[in-house]
T-cell receptor, first 116, second 116 residues
Framework: GAVVSQHPSWVICKSGTSVKIECRSLDFQATTMFWYRQFPKQSLMLMATSNEGSKATYEQGVEKDKFLINHASLTLSTLTVTSAHPEDSSFYIC????????????FGPGTRLTVT | AQSVAQPEDQVNVAEGNPLTVKCTYS??????LFWYVQYPNRGLQFLLKYITGDNLVKGSYGFEAEFNKSQTSFHLKKPSALVSDSALYFCAVRDGNRAAGNKLTFGGGTRVLVKP
């Protein structure tokens, strides 16, 4: 149980285009989802936290108009990187936590974005 | 503010020997502590957590961790390491005080290399 999927697993796009990444909780309802960014050989940096049906809360320094997050249902959250630039190239990981009282977050397999 | 320190960038150990990955934390309220493992180009896999109760926590794949409140530590241990344990390990903390929010803060990660 507690499986989180991400799609796509990798994507290459041209500078100036937008890319949408999906995060799904497959076997539980995720009341809270998190989006992280990870640079090579570095730790995870929290970008934003979203609760189902509410606006996402962004961490300081993260542009909310560039990284659009939607958490429309208890099993799906999306991250859209708008007008992508090469510096947005990174490994994006989502995680989810349910409402069952469990404390741990479950992580998706990640999406590697390369902007050319 | 909460923080996690993993003092070792890399730990090398021979297969069959004990493995220890160090972690210290700082948090205002009660600490909720977690260990995750990451394999190359993958998301994070949950290993174990400490929320309350017994200071020695047993988790997946033979790993365990000991919560030490006085030393604010939560070191990860495995009595006999396997080559397949070679991966990147992250310690994380969350403030158990609900008013502090849901934010999970990660350490910088420790790369474990188990040699045959």
């Amino acid at each position: 149980g507690a499986v989180v999927s991400q799609h796509p697993s990798w994507v290459i796009c041209k500078s100036g285009t937008s890319v949408k990444i999906e995060c799904r909780s497959l076997d539980f309802q995720a009341t809270t989802m998190f989006w992280y960014r990870q640079f090579p050989k570095q730790s995870l940096m929290l970008m934003a936290t979203s609760n189902e049906g509410s606006k996402a809360t962004y961490e300081q320094g993260v542009e909310k108009d560039k990284f659009l997050i939607n958490h429309a249902s208890l099993t799906l959250s999306t991250l859209t990187v708008t007008s992508a630039h090469p510096e947005d190239s990174s490994f994006y990981i989502c995680s989810a936590r349910g409402s069952s009282g469990r404390y741990e977050q479950y992580f998706g397999p990640g999406t590697r974005l390369t902007v050319t | 503010a909460q923080s996690v320190a993993q003092p070792e960038d890399q730990v090398n150990v021979a297969e069959g020997n004990p493995l220890t990955v160090k972690c210290t934390y700082s948090v205002s309220g009660n600490p909720y502590l977690f260990w995750y493992v990451q394999y190359p180009n993958r998301g994070l896999q949950f290993l174990l957590k400490y929320i309350t109760g017994d200071n020695l926590v047993k988790g997946s794949y033979g790993f365990e961790a000991e919560f030490n409140k006085s030393q604010t530590s939560f070191h990860l241990k495995k009595p006999s390491a396997l080559v397949s344990d070679s991966a990147l390990y992250f310690c994380a903390v969350r403030d158990g005080n609900r008013a502090a929010g849901n934010k999970l803060t990660f350490g910088g990660g420790t790369r474990v290399l188990v040699k045959p």
